[in-house]
């Protein structure tokens, strides 16, 4: 008899596995399935033309040119430097750290970039608004220090170069000038 309480035991640990597994399993595939199809039932909304704006972005090979523009720029005057191209919405496009820059340099090059961008003016002009707004620099991911420049198009920003790693905010942003100068040629 002991033997039989033993297999049945077994048995009832195999089966219930089994059970268990095979619920999970058909769950699975019920929650994939309706997964699948929620695209092909669910509603579309489509925006009317008066709901929509466009906007104006660099591409990655514009946005490539001008970062490698404004590294070159600083390479001829022997800076180490690192060069960052954000979109008009602030977000990074291209990264570029020159040899030998500083590792403060990367993040900072991105806040001089979303800085700019975001108020459509170099950073060395947007430090000395400073001095009547000292809590500007409260906002997080700017950066008010030299070394920001802002990419137009037809009045509007549309991109942001920063730079940083230069012994000067101004060094910083002539060659941020120069990589947004790229863009013309």
């Given amino acids: 008899m002991k033997h039989a309480r033993k297999t049945s035991k077994r048995m009832r640990t195999v089966i219930g596995g089994t059970v268990a597994g095979a619920v999970a399993l058909g769950t699975f595939a019920v929650v994939t399935a309706n997964?699948?199809?929620?695209?092909?039932?669910?509603?579309?909304?489509?925006?009317?033309?008066?709901?929509?704006?466009?906007?104006?972005?660099?591409?990655?090979?514009?946005a490539t040119k001008a970062a490698r523009a404004t590294l070159d720029a600083a390479e001829k005057e022997n800076q180490r430097v690192s060069v960052a191209v954000v979109d008009r919405n602030g977000n990074t496009v291209v990264t570029l750290r020159g040899d030998g820059a500083g590792p403060q340099s990367y993040e900072s090059a991105v806040k001089k970039a979303y800085t700019a961008v975001s108020w459509n003016a170099p950073t060395s002009e947007l430090a000395k608004r400073l001095e009547n707004a000292p809590t500007l620099k409260d906002i997080p991911g700017t950066l008010f220090l030299g070394g920001g420049a802002p990419v137009t198009a037809k009045g509007a920003p549309i991109a942001g170069i920063g730079v940083a790693g230069a012994p000067s905010g101004d060094l910083d942003e002539k060659f941020a000038r120069a990589g947004a100068a790229a863009l013309n040629e």
């Fill in 35 to 62: 997964a699948g199809s929620a695209g092909t039932t669910a509603p579309r909304a489509e925006a009317a033309g008066e709901n929509l704006v466009r906007s104006t972005h660099l591409t990655v090979e514009a």
